[in-house]
């Protein structure tokens, strides 16, 4: 059965332009919204599999429409379409879990490679906008992270103290000593107090999408 996809671009002529290639190539398009708002109540009412937005829209935007998708623990699968070559724009994205971002420059030639790698639980980004920003892949060893000692890192790189960090992260002292030596033992880093300072100012770059 053909994957459920609500569409959202406040530019009409793409809207229809998108819309009318995924009907021709048997998609199942379930609803088209012209602004975030209507996104979002289309993806609540619908449930869809897939959920294609552009990230500037009027009164919400995608960055928006995903959040409030997360927070309310919605499953349909967001990708981004866009003109936005944004490196911050990019690492929210990546934060918010969303699975693809097409340039909209290239819509047509990608976005059935992006539906179909996300149909198998894939993420697909555009390669142009890899190759625009220079990213750098995450260093297999902060991946080992979860999110919490991701935060403990990006804090402790900005020279925090645990105390400091605990009232950040609304939890005791004690709760962030144990995070960082869990940090310590997952990067291989000395017991020394500075080790994880040191090591997270060398990886500021790969800390940013983390609050």
């Known amino acids: 059965m053909s994957p459920t996809i609500v569409i959202a671009d406040d530019h009409p002529l793409i809207l229809k332009g998108l819309s009318d ?6 998609f199942n398009i379930i609803a088209s919204a012209k602004n975030g708002k209507e996104a979002f109540t289309f993806i609540k009412a619908h449930r869809p599999d897939i959920a294609i937005l552009d990230i500037q829209m009027p009164i919400l935007t995608g960055i ?3 959040e409030k998708c997360k927070a309310e623990g919605l ?3 967001i990708i981004f ?3 936005e070559k944004s490196e911050q724009i990019y690492l929210k994205a990546k934060s918010l879990g969303i699975y693809g971002y097409i340039l909209k420059e290239f819509a047509i030639a990608e976005v059935e490679t992006c539906i179909a790698s996300v149909l198998q639980e894939r993420s697909y980004f555009s390669a142009e906008l ?6 750098k892949e995450t260093p297999d060893e902060l991946k080992m992270l979860t999110d919490t000692e991701m935060k403990v ?3 402790s790189a900005e020279n925090k103290t645990a105390k400091e960090i605990s009232v950040v992260l609304e939890c005791s002292d ?6 960082k030596s869990h940090i310590r033992a997952k990067l291989n880093l000395s017991s020394k107090s500075n080790s994880i300072i040191l090591y997270a100012k060398e990886h500021e770059a790969f800390l940013s999408s983390y609050t």
């Open 130 to 135: 890899i190759e625009y920003l220079e990213i």
């Open 174 to 179: 004690r709760t962030i000593e144990k995070h």
């Open 153 to 155: 890192f990006k804090l």
């Open 64 to 66: 928006e429409v995903a």
């Open 81 to 83: 379409i866009t003109f």
């Open 21 to 26: 290639f995924l009907i021709e190539k048997e």
């Open 75 to 77: 499953e349909t699968k």
